[in-house]
């Protein structure tokens, strides 16, 4: 199988933090994009196109797809057609797996347990992340996030991150990697979008200060900021389509929402660009950001959101406006 041979050239690439870890500044995740979604051919020209873009960084969770595990099992169905060592894969445990009381949640049990069942499903020998992916209120911290460090030291992840956690724990959890000598945490993977900005005090202080990366989930609000629900809900989206697995609903598409998202798309005209395309640009604005992870229905899905990249700067009115507009 053959690639473009120039995709390096049509990709931004950030430090991951302090690391030597470089991501591209738009990365492709599987959450509700493949697994059950999407036939492996269509996942196969989505990751294609990806990756003829520059796109090297494709983000995973255990309980992604349907049934939970489905979106891996796509991907370890392709991965052998692209060269290993220059993709990113990443994958995450923390939701529930399995019955009993070991297939949820942070222990050092469940995390390694996951691990292990994501290599054979993703059919790799390691993943470049491995992430908890949510607090568990019930298991101590130290035992978390020393899994996390086991998982590196023997191989199988080669950087450690954090998602879903805010200040304290987050500040915590790298205490604990300074203070044990652990695999420091490389990155942090938080939602965040025009309407929801609380990690803006509870995890970009934390991880410019640190030196942690950060990789945003859902910052388009998993369509909702994009032109797709301006006209009402079309068949086949995810909002008509209920996917379940935390998708979004019909709910919510709001009309005080979609109102908001219009003036916002009129904005975005005025740059030059798609509401999607300013809405990921708004997030990669912010320095202490190295990624935003899209989800594509189709490899066309995937070159218009990469396009954002052509105008990430905002004028101080433009700012001005965004806000407003997002406030009400």
Same mark, same amino acid.
């Given at each position: 199988?053959?690639?473009?041979? &120039?995709?390096y050239?049509?990709?931004t690439?950030r430090?991951?933090?302090?690391?030597g870890l470089?991501?591209?500044?738009?990365?492709?995740? %599987?959450?509700q994009?493949?697994g059950?979604?999407? +036939?492996?051919?269509?996942a196969?020209?989505?990751?294609?196109?990806a990756?003829?873009?520059?796109?090297?960084?494709?983000?995973?969770?255990? &309980?992604y797809? @349907?049934p939970?595990?489905a979106?891996?099992?796509v991907? %370890?169905r392709? !991965?052998?057609?692209f060269p290993?060592?220059?993709?990113?894969? #990443?994958?995450?445990?923390?939701?529930?797996?399995?019955?009993?009381?070991?297939?949820?949640?942070?222990?050092?049990k469940?995390l390694i347990?996951?691990?292990?069942q994501?290599?054979?499903?993703l059919?790799?020998?390691? $993943?470049?992340i491995?992430?908890s992916?949510?607090?568990?209120? &019930?298991t101590?911290?130290?035992?978390?996030?020393?899994? *996390? +460090?086991?998982?590196?030291r023997q191989?199988?992840? $080669?950087?450690?991150?954090?998602?879903?956690?805010?200040?304290p724990?987050?500040t915590?959890? !790298?205490?604990?990697?300074k =203070?044990?000598?652990?695999a420091?945490l490389?990155?942090?993977q938080?939602?965040?979008?025009?309407?929801?900005?609380d990690?803006?005090?509870?995890? *970009?202080?934390?991880a410019?200060?640190?030196g942690?990366g950060?990789?945003?989930?859902?910052?388009l609000?998993?369509?909702?900021?994009?032109?797709?629900?301006?006209? %009402?809900i079309?068949a086949?989206?995810r909002?008509?389509?209920d996917?379940?697995?935390?998708?979004?609903?019909?709910d919510?598409? @709001?009309?005080?929402?979609?109102?908001?998202?219009?003036k916002?798309?009129? !904005?975005? @005209?005025r740059? %030059?660009?798609?509401?999607?395309?300013m809405? $990921?640009?708004? !997030?990669l604005?912010?320095?202490?950001v190295?990624?935003? *992870?899209i989800g594509? #229905?189709?490899?066309?899905?995937?070159? =218009? &959101?990469?396009?954002?990249?052509g105008n990430?700067?905002? #004028?101080?009115h433009?700012l001005d406006?965004?806000?407003?507009?997002?406030a009400?």
């Amino acid at each position: 199988m053959t690639f473009a041979a &120039n995709r390096y050239d049509r990709m931004t690439y950030r430090r991951c933090g302090h690391s030597g870890l470089l991501l591209p500044a738009v990365s492709l995740g %599987g959450w509700q994009a493949i697994g059950s979604y999407r +036939d492996d051919s269509a996942a196969k020209a989505i990751f294609t196109t990806a990756f003829d873009a520059g796109i090297t960084h494709f983000d995973f969770a255990n &309980n992604y797809g @349907k049934p939970s595990g489905a979106s891996e099992e796509v991907f %370890g169905r392709i !991965v052998a057609d692209f060269p290993r060592e220059e993709l990113v894969i #990443s994958s995450k445990a923390g939701y529930r797996m399995w019955p009993g009381p070991y297939g949820e949640w942070g222990s050092r049990k469940y995390l390694i347990e996951s691990c292990e069942q994501s290599l054979k499903r993703l059919q790799v020998d390691h $993943l470049d992340i491995f992430y908890s992916h949510r607090p568990d209120p &019930n298991t101590p911290l130290d035992e978390t996030i020393g899994a *996390l +460090d086991q998982l590196v030291r023997q191989g199988k992840a $080669l950087y450690a991150g954090i998602s879903n956690y805010t200040d304290p724990a987050f500040t915590r959890a !790298v205490e604990l990697t300074k =203070q044990r000598a652990w695999a420091p945490l490389t990155i942090h993977q938080p939602r965040y979008h025009l309407f929801e900005r609380d990690v803006e005090h509870t995890v *970009l202080p934390t991880a410019g200060r640190e030196g942690v990366g950060v990789i945003i989930f859902s910052p388009l609000a998993q369509g909702i900021l994009t032109d797709r629900y301006l006209d %009402g809900i079309p068949a086949g989206s995810r909002a008509a389509t209920d996917p379940g697995n935390g998708g979004i609903g019909r709910d919510a598409v @709001k009309p005080e929402v979609i109102a908001r998202v219009r003036k916002l798309s009129e !904005v975005a @005209k005025r740059r %030059g660009q798609t509401m999607a395309q300013m809405a $990921l640009a708004w !997030v990669l604005k912010d320095p202490r950001v190295t990624s935003v *992870l899209i989800g594509a #229905s189709s490899p066309e899905q995937v070159l =218009q &959101n990469v396009a954002c990249l052509g105008n990430l700067s905002f #004028s101080g009115h433009e700012l001005d406006e965004i806000d407003r507009i997002c406030a009400g």
